[in-house]
């Protein structure tokens, strides 16, 4: 049928997109919420429920693709989010997948290839000819993570306070960050303790440092460029750890807001030998192509075009 709609959910760390599309690709509403990581934000099936909600009456809604942090990855877990998109849709075709996949799925429009992903948190994802998927990284902030916004942001406070006690040079960080959290430099460790001790979402909000790294990198601090450095070194790590899964040839791209630094993704670039291939669709559009998948729509280039197109602005690359 010509009305027929789908939905996705991108979730993250840091943030979740739920969107609608037609047959034509065009994305008909959205919505944005906070992170729905189960494995860091207590509250993350609540705020998933809140923003799922708006769209349970839709009538023409005909199949559902949620990309959810963790799933897959803790069984217990991975059930309470199957169950929580059976309950909101219990009529409609559905499909829980882990959402790096989701992100895959969009950037190569189901094709093989190499996903790296720093968003919050860090992972790579690579699909080969046969079709067969395989992952490394994503182990969480305690365990892993390296080269992701998390990582980046933790890096940053610590050479800031070794550079305040003279444990390294001084950084153009130190001042940016006290401007950013309106922290008195006369006295930081009660201005940068009081901070930390009352964070919402410690994550998160340690994440969106690595934006702030990016600024002072981009004229020319050294420590900050360092610390982009040293976490492309990691995401290489990541790269080469799953290479082996795909022909010697195979494209790689991103996915991630930490890769909205240009000075990051050129240093990783560098490290992989190549350029990475634009990313044909953001991660809310790898979840709209899952739940297109289910009703078997014939895609041609236009669908793919109107959903890159209509999805830009409504918050797909966050960190």
């Known amino acids: 049928m010509s009305d027929e709609l789908v939905l996705g ?21 959205s919505s ?28 023409k809604l005909m199949a559902v693709a949620a990309g959810l942090p963790a799933y897959g990855e803790v069984a217990r877990l991975s059930a309470l989010q199957r169950d929580a998109i059976q309950r909101a849709f219990p ?59 998390h990582w980046i942001g933790q890096r940053a406070l610590n050479l800031v306070s070794q550079s305040l006690d003279g444990r390294a040079p001084a950084t153009a960080l130190a001042a940016a960050l006290f401007d950013r959290l309106r922290i008195d430099p006369a006295d930081p460790m009660n201005g940068l303790g009081a901070w930390a001790s009352s964070l919402e979402n410690p994550r998160a909000e340690i994440a969106a440092i690595s934006a702030l790294v990016d600024r002072v990198a981009s004229g020319g601090d050294e420590g900050a460029v360092s610390l982009l450095e040293q976490a492309a070194d990691e995401l290489s790590k990541h790269h080469h750890a ?11 791209t991103y996915a991630g807001g930490t890769f909205s630094s240009r000075l990051l993704l050129e240093a990783l670039g560098r490290r992989i030998g190549k350029a990475p291939a634009p990313p044909k ?22 669908w793919f ?7 830009q602005g409504i918050g797909t690359h966050a960190v």
């Open 32 to 59: 944005r919420g906070r992170g729905v990581n189960p494995m860091d934000n207590p509250n993350w099936l609540e705020e998933l429920e809140r923003h799922l909600l708006p769209f349970r009456d839709e009538t």
């Open 281 to 302: 669709l953001p991660p809310i559009g790898g979840a709209l192509l899952a739940a297109a998948q289910l009703l078997d729509w014939p895609l041609d280039e236009g």
């Open 242 to 252: 799953i290479s082996r899964h795909c022909r010697a040839d195979a494209d790689w």
């Open 91 to 149: 009529n409609v075709r559905h499909e829980v997948l882990n959402d790096v996949d989701a992100a895959h799925l969009g950037a190569f429009a189901g094709k093989p290839g190499i996903l790296v992903l720093s968003g919050t948190g860090s992972m790579a994802w690579a699909r080969n000819e046969a079709g067969k998927s395989e992952r490394t990284g994503g182990w969480g902030d305690l365990i892993g993570d390296e080269g992701s916004s």
């Open 9 to 29: 959910i991108d979730g993250g760390g840091s943030k979740v997109v739920v969107a609608v599309a037609d047959r034509t690709g065009h994305i008909l509403r």
């Open 305 to 311: 075009w109107q959903i890159a197109a209509t999805a």
